[in-house]
């Protein structure tokens, strides 16, 4: 088999831990003599299409501290987009062109499910026109809604620090002896992974979060007052978290409706305000609101060992996959066993993850809908586990610097 | 002199290191033949004053690996309160009473400049009726408002959050070619130094924060408008870093003012939020606000090590001062150098601090007061440095638990 050179590219919303993937891939293409050149797409096909291309082995080849380093830096060293692939032979003769010039053999896409549909588009194209290109997907999403795998890589770091602010909030909130109520909003729409991960903020000390509702059940305004008046009959400081994606009995959005204050002023604003609002008007206690947003996804300082080492081991897989002839799939891994917790990596075909959307399991959620079971809690703490020793200067993480400034500048010197 | 009990208490609101000046204080009273038992007053003055006490040599003397944990366990161990003196005579008889039934010879009170009012007007009650307590403060806030000492203790975790925050979220916004605001609201009412603090958030790789706006100047709507303008035609993402407690050119609040959102609905916000829709309004890029809130005054698992030393430090020095006879003032540290930092401990009396508010001083301003200057960064940065090795189980930082659990289970194991 003659050297080929390969082609990887990032695409979709970023997570803490997408650049582990990257550089478990690079890492693994330096060591492969089939592979030549490794290329980065800056800004995913799109930056392709617009011949936005960098070598990775300047960058990284002879500075593996760096490439280190990667791993523990947040969000997306080769930026990232949101491009969906038209039906347009056109576009597709357009990336094959782009492909050729840079005599790629092998082509990594990092992303979510609209990801894998470009990997299963391309691929299927390339088979059909006999293109010998090998493309290939690494799953991401902090949201853990892929089917075809067991947990999603950037999920457990998400996990992690959702789990960190409630138990951080816990003692923030114990310390008067009043009553009071915080309900914090956490990402996604129609699973409620991450909401669930924060019950792991209960320890032997720590008893918050007393509430987590889950977009997975048709949420009720009634009942969540009901639950935290019995809530606040038992602790002073009540914590409830919530999914940004509650519904109600309709399938309609919580966080479509508009509330109004105690002024009479229409409040448009999240789930957790509304809700905020809602304790004010019917309880009346002492109430806030928080929504962490992108910090969720972000916090590279935080990063879950298990799901840096998971993302890291995927790219790598899907190196291996690609050199050994694999084509239309993506780097997968299945849970062997919880304790002690083990996984086997293999791949699997990408249709079976495009546009498709893994939820809670429903038998996961206790029989009152505020809460989650013990099988969720055992599911979760592995993905958790481990804190990595990310690189600090000046009492501040040392991440390495996105591409663009990398083009800018053409020195990669820190 | 005779051997003494002591009690110490804690008031106002959370920081993440106040129990690093507890445990200092408490490991500092173990080691002194003049100090007998040490009392808690679980919730402050109002704690004393319903008998809700508690033994903390049963609670830490034999279990020093959980006094180091105390140190990095956030918020209050003893809980707080938010209790004015009144001028009733009657009210300090109860509180001395309470005291002489404890045989206390040594009150120690972690806290704002409200608490440094209590420490005042208990110690010259004492001074004036001849009772031989010596009273003494030990200084805390994230605000870093307080007068007599360089920086206070809980402010540098605060302002390391902050920095991370800004960090993390630069690097996630970074991640598509498209124009984009992201205003980050920091706590702080009458002094920016939170907000100020996100400068550290620059690095060689990361220009983020792009403007900074602080209480201590005016601020102009119009002049913000044309800032964003300006960096928007320089970078595809900008980030804003502002103070909860921005004021217009009449002092009256920023976040006081209804916002009207597209719809024509009015909306109640804080700063972040009023300014998103002043971006909407009239700029009209892609814009999100993001309030962190009291996750900056809580993030336990991202201390700094300057900050939780120096806390710890303040708690030795009060017990010290007590010990050695003064009453009425409160541990304070002077920096000697910014490089390298260094800094010397006294006490100073607590009429110094009470009652008064520090803020930036206006020449760390820049003059088209959207930044800071590099004063103000040779001042922050040694007080963010150093990464504090928190104890982990289980994948999350394995904190003590509150006193108020403690008194339900009558038992330490952790």
């Given at each position: 088999?003659?050297?080929?050179?390969?082609?990887?590219?990032?695409?979709?919303?970023?997570?803490?831990?997408?650049?582990?993937?990257?550089?478990?891939?690079?890492?693994?293409?330096?060591?492969?003599?089939?592979?030549?050149?490794?290329?980065?797409?800056v800004n995913?096909?799109?930056?392709?299409l617009e011949d936005n291309v960098i070598d990775l082995n300047e960058r990284f080849e002879n500075n593996l501290s760096r490439l280190n380093r990667l791993s523990m830096t947040p969000a997306m060293y080769l930026g990232s987009c949101r491009y969906k692939l038209s039906d347009d032979e056109s576009e597709y003769e357009k990336i094959f062109y782009a492909l050729r010039k840079y005599d790629i053999g092998y082509f990594f896409y990092i992303g979510g499910n609209d990801s894998m549909d470009t990997v299963d588009k391309l691929s299927r194209y390339a088979i059909e026109n006999n293109i010998d290109i090998k493309i290939v997907g690494i799953p991401k999403t902090i949201d853990n809604d892929l089917m075809g795998i067991d947990h999603s890589p950037g999920f457990?770091?998400?996990?992690?620090?959702?789990?960190?602010?409630?138990?951080?909030?816990?003692?923030?909130?114990?310390?008067?002896?009043?009553?009071?109520?915080?309900i914090i909003e956490a990402m996604g729409r129609n699973a409620g992974w991450i909401a669930a991960s924060s019950v792991l903020a209960r320890d032997s000390k720590n008893v918050a979060p007393h509430l987590i509702y889950l977009?997975?059940?048709?949420?009720?305004?009634?009942?969540?007052?009901?639950?935290?008046?019995?809530?606040?009959?038992?602790?002073?400081?009540?914590?409830?978290?919530?999914?940004?994606?509650?519904?109600?009995?309709?399938?309609?959005?919580?966080?479509?409706?508009?509330?109004?204050?105690?002024?009479?002023?229409?409040?448009?604003?999240?789930?957790?305000?509304?809700?905020?609002n809602i304790v004010e008007a019917h309880i009346g206690c002492k109430v806030r609101a928080?929504?962490?947003?992108?910090?969720?996804?972000?916090?590279?300082?935080?990063?879950?060992?298990?799901?840096?080492?998971?993302?890291?081991?995927?790219?790598?897989?899907?190196?291996?996959?690609?050199?050994?002839?694999?084509?239309?799939?993506?780097?997968?891994?299945?849970?062997?066993?919880?304790?002690?917790?083990?996984?086997?990596?293999?791949?699997?075909?990408?249709?079976?993850?495009?546009?498709?959307?893994?939820?809670?399991?429903?038998?996961?959620?206790?029989?009152?809908?505020?809460?989650?079971?013990?099988?969720?809690?055992?599911?979760?703490?592995?993905?958790v586990r481990g804190a990595v020793q990310v690189p600090y200067r000046d009492g501040l993480p040392d991440y390495v610097g996105i591409a663009y400034l990398d083009m800018k500048k053409q020195k990669y010197t820190d």
């Open positions: 088999m003659s050297n080929r050179n390969m082609i990887i590219g990032q695409s979709g919303g970023p997570t803490a831990v997408i650049n582990a993937s990257l550089a478990g891939a690079i890492e693994c293409a330096f060591s492969l003599k089939e592979i030549g050149t490794v290329y980065g797409m995913g096909i799109q930056g392709l457990g770091s998400a996990a992690k620090y959702i789990a960190l602010a409630v138990r951080n909030v816990a003692y923030d909130t114990s310390i008067y002896s009043i009553k009071s109520v915080h977009p997975e059940v048709p949420f009720s305004v009634d009942r969540f007052i009901s639950d935290v008046k019995e809530k606040l009959s038992e602790y002073n400081s009540v914590i409830v978290v919530v999914s940004e994606g509650l519904k109600d009995e309709n399938g309609e959005y919580i966080s479509a409706r508009n509330s109004v204050d105690k002024f009479g002023h229409v409040m448009l604003s999240g789930t957790g305000n509304y809700l905020k928080l929504e962490p947003g992108i910090l969720q996804r972000s916090a590279g300082h935080t990063i879950s060992f298990t799901d840096m080492t998971e993302a890291q081991n995927l790219g790598r897989v899907a190196v291996h996959a690609a050199v050994d002839g694999k084509t239309g799939v993506f780097a997968t891994l299945r849970r062997i066993s919880d304790n002690p917790y083990s996984v086997e990596y293999d791949t699997e075909k990408v249709s079976v993850v495009a546009n498709a959307e893994k939820t809670i399991p429903l038998e996961w959620i206790t029989a009152n809908k505020n809460d989650v079971t013990q099988e969720m809690v055992e599911y979760l703490k592995p993905l």
